[in-house]
């Protein structure tokens, strides 16, 4: 079993879960080729290196990420800090040779994920992303009924990820808001989820049109230490602008000639964590939901026009899914996708096989929001055009 040495820039959210999947990847999958290592935490808090070491194992925990990048005991290196560290980090992390997967979007806008694959390739290192969702054990089912024609052609793409967690007034103003530190909002925390999943189960978008809207301008700063996603600030304390958008849409025609709408919000009260899709074929439909991540809505025409939805629990006859819970409907949750993506990338990594979503799926994400920004100034149709670098 080959070892792969691992550095993780930032213990936030992303940086604690991936920490998480490479302790309880030997465990939960004994049949892997790979024995992933916690060499090297980064981060600029104190107390979240206190606790890289103390809680995760690491050998080493450093202020200095471009230290743990460079750590010769490192052979890859996870991104999970703020967007817009994202590319200094990926580049150092190509230069040194090392192999890296960055949480998404990477960067906050469109050149940053174009500059990062256009690293990667010229460094000739393995690139990842983690548009997490795709590794869910009923989307991965859905892809492959799609595949197998059971939904017919697919003519329509409804895609949603509408979330709540900047929805109260009072939800504190971290890097998320700044375009110096997140780059755009909505469109690039959340819509490009639904963007990846889209073109992962209907293929590649040619054209879109569409609006955004920002509904809570300004936000407590916070007042102490890392301040986490969810955290709430009080009424009294001091407030600052936020500089990225809440809300956006479109509407779009996909290569093969469906057509598809799209919603992302992070300020909409009522939908929790509704990353969701519905897909409408000639023959069927297919929806899922992340609220309801153990469970996939499949409608099959059929000649008697008796049909109606069925509704598929997730388990152990689907892909990965047995490795957390044995049989059916015991459900598995938000991490499991993180450590079957960990798995997947770190095979790849010992058994030099290609990897999907790397740094090109994520440029495939933002040609799309290039062509949604430039919508917004034109109020018109715009073509996704590729914007990765020749060659690639
Ligand atoms: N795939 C998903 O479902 C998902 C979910 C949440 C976040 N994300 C992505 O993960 C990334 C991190 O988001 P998060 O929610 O974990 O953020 P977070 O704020 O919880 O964590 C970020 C961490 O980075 C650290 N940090 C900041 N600057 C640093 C620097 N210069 N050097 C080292 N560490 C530094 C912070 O102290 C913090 O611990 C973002 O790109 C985000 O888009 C992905």
Known sequence: MKKVGIAVLGLGWMGQAHSRSMLRIPSLFPDRDVQPELI?????????RERAVQDFGFLEAVEDWQQAVNDPRVDAVWVTSP?????PMIEAACAAGKAVFSEK?????????????????AAGVKSGVGYNYLWAPLVIHAKSLIESGEIGEITHYRGRFL?????????????????DQAGYGVTSDILSHSVSMAQFLAGPISEVVGMKNMTITHRPIPQEG???HYGRGKPEDPKGLVENEDFASMLCTFESGATGTFEASRTMVGPESQNAFEIYGTKGAIYWNL??????SVYRLTEDLSSGFTTVFGGDRFPYHGAFAPGQANNIGFEDLVAIEDLAFLQSLVNDTSFSPSFTEAVDVVNVQQALINSWETRAWEPVISLAPEGN
């Open 226 to 228: 890392a301040a986490g």
């Open 40 to 48: 090297v935490c980064a981060d600029v808090d104190a107390s979240r």
């Open 291 to 296: 609220e309801r991540l153990n469970e996939l």
């Open 83 to 87: 967007n817009m560290m994202h590319i």
């Open 163 to 179: 979330s709540m967690y900047g929805s109260d007034e009072l939800g504190l103003l971290t890097w998320r808001f700044y375009l």
């Open 105 to 121: 979007p990477i960067g906050g806008k469109p050149e940053h994920a174009v500059a990062a694959l256009a690293a990667a390739t």
